[in-house]
């Protein structure tokens, strides 16, 4: 665990404590780049889920790629956010913990960040770091895969939107004005269009399908159903409706 980050590792959000690490950490791990090669992948995907191996590659690689980006996002968001602090994520700097399933379980990072400088501007100067590593790691699944890099994209948003949501039951709004610009502005800085831009909508539904009445859709779909037994997700933008509300907790 970096010591700096501690603070943010409390109640629901203290499974993402050993997240973060250094080099320091002596659990066996993998550079990033040498995860995302073809044969390395492929044996990943193949421990991810055999069950489904010879199937689309497409739909296996980006349900893969969704534990990848729930386990980096909230810690990294939740530094920028809560503690004004970047972290070193370039991609040729860091590497992944994998456990027996294939599954990230931790990424090793060269130091322990610092705070930043100056407080920055605008969201996209405060996420340099985690929209420059997703950019690279998006860019190279998607080639591997053979992927729409929007797919990966939306797999992305959508945890990050649900992050800072969940942020937002516990901390004053003004913390989160960033994390909320990041999917709200359509261009970047330098005018390209932001890939993260407004990921999830919410749609009026019955009060029986859903009981505040909004349903949470992702704008893109993740292509799970192309994977035989696996059907659409709640929030699939293909479906017409929600799927009823069952409270299971």
Not at 121 to 131: G, K, M
Not at 137 to 143: E, K, S, V, Y
């Amino acid at each position: 665990m970096i010591a700096a980050l501690a603070p943010l590792f409390f109640g629901e959000f203290a499974s993402y404590r050993d997240v973060l690490t250094t080099f320091e950490d002596p659990r066996p791990s993998l550079p990033v780049r040498q995860l995302l090669h073809t044969a390395q992948l492929d044996a990943v995907l193949q421990r991810f889920d055999p069950l489904h191996v010879g199937q689309d590659r497409r739909a296996l690689a980006s349900q893969w790629s969704k534990h990848y980006l729930v386990r980096l996002i909230p810690p990294v968001v939740a530094a920028a956010l809560v503690l004004g602090r970047r972290l070193p994520l370039a991609l040729d700097a860091i590497e992944v913990v994998l456990d027996e399933q294939g599954l990230p379980q931790a990424f090793k990072l060269p130091d322990d960040g610092e705070p930043f400088a100056v407080p920055p501007a605008d969201a996209f100067q405060r996420f340099a770091e985690l929209t420059g590593h997703l950019q690279a790691f998006i860019q190279i699944l998607a080639t591997e895969a053979r992927l729409s890099p929007k797919v990966l994209w939306s797999n992305a948003g959508n945890y990050l939107e649900w992050f800072v949501g969940e942020m937002g039951k516990v901390l004053p709004s003004s913390l989160l004005v960033h994390g909320h610009e990041l999917m709200e502005q359509e261009r970047c800085a330098d005018g390209v269009r932001n890939p993260l831009f407004r990921p999830i909508r919410y749609l009026q539904v019955s009060q029986e399908l859903r009981p505040d009445g909004l349903w949470r859709q992702r704008r893109v779909c993740c292509i799970r159903y192309r994977l035989e037994n696996l059907e659409h997700c709640d929030n699939c933008p293909l479906l017409d409706q929600p799927l009823p509300y069952t409270d299971d907790r």
